[in-house]
Antibody, heavy 122, light 106 residues
Framework: QVTLRESGPALVKPTQTLTLTCTFS??????????VSWIRQSPGKGLEWLAR???????YYRTSLKTGLTISKDTTKNQVVLTMTNVDPGDTGTYYC??????????????WGQGTLVTVSS | DIQMTQSPSSLSASVGDRVTITCRAS??????LNWYQQKPGKAPKLLIY???TLQSGVPSRFSGSGSGADYTLTISSLQPEDFALYYC?????????FGQGTKVEI
């Protein structure tokens, strides 16, 4: 059974660094073609893809964000960490981690975490 | 970035109706098109990937079609549990982008 669960602070001040952790089970991020992405949802911007990390440690980022993004993985702990530096109120939203199998036809988000709501406010 | 435009933004329908939602990409995305359903307070759920492949466990009343830049999600006979938000998403390139959503209401 595949599950993902996001954790992190509910409230962050502007200019601070936000660290979100995705803890997953039921699959391995060492398996060929397996990836994990972070998706954000906010009322004003809808669903936004933020970053992805692959089984071979390749990393991809949404480069248009003002916020600095870093994604990393700990395969032994089955965790993926997303760090966002210099956040601002526009980064408020619900953050999801998702599984992305890329070994088949296309790639898609087949399992989602429950999401974690982050508010950026002073 | 590839822009994804869904239409309509919302629609009203009745149980048993056939419902069609369209999604247009700003360029050819070669069937790298996925559909998701989201209910209030829940994460989106994958319905269809690669334009027309039904995700395991999804009822067969859902179907997807299209090619190039134009795609369609069809619900053949709307059920009470289908009232929700629907999103398309392209996975042709990075950043992968979503449509703005279509709300299906009673």
């Amino acid at each position: 059974q595949v599950t993902l669960r996001e954790s992190g602070p509910a409230l962050v001040k502007p200019t601070q660094t936000l660290t979100l952790t995705c803890t997953f089970s039921g699959f391995s991020l060492s398996t060929y073609g397996m990836c994990v992405s972070w998706i954000r949802q906010s009322p004003g911007k809808g669903l936004e893809w933020l970053a992805r990390i692959d089984w071979d440690d390749a990393k991809y980022y949404r480069t248009s964000l003002k916020t600095g993004l870093t994604i990393s993985k700990d395969t032994t702990k089955n965790q993926v960490v997303l760090t966002m530096t210099n956040v601002d109120p526009g980064d408020t939203g619900t953050y999801y981690c998702v599984r992305v199998p890329t070994y088949g036809s296309g790639n898609y988000y087949d399992y989602w975490g429950q999401g974690t709501l982050v508010t950026v406010s002073s | 970035d590839i822009q994804m435009t869904q239409s309509p933004s919302s629609l009203s329908a009745s149980v048993g109706d056939r419902v069609t939602i369209t999604c247009r990409a700003s360029q050819n995305i070669d069937n790298y098109l996925n559909w998701y359903q989201q209910k209030p307070g829940k994460a989106p759920k994958l319905l269809i990937y690669a334009a027309s492949t039904l995700q395991s466990g999804v009822p067969s009343r859902f179907s997807g079609s299209g090619s190039g830049a134009d795609y369609t999600l069809t619900i053949s006979s709307l059920q009470p549990e289908d009232f929700a938000l629907y999103y398309c998403q392209q996975s042709w390139n990075t950043p992968q982008t979503f449509g703005q959503g279509t709300k299906v209401e009673i």
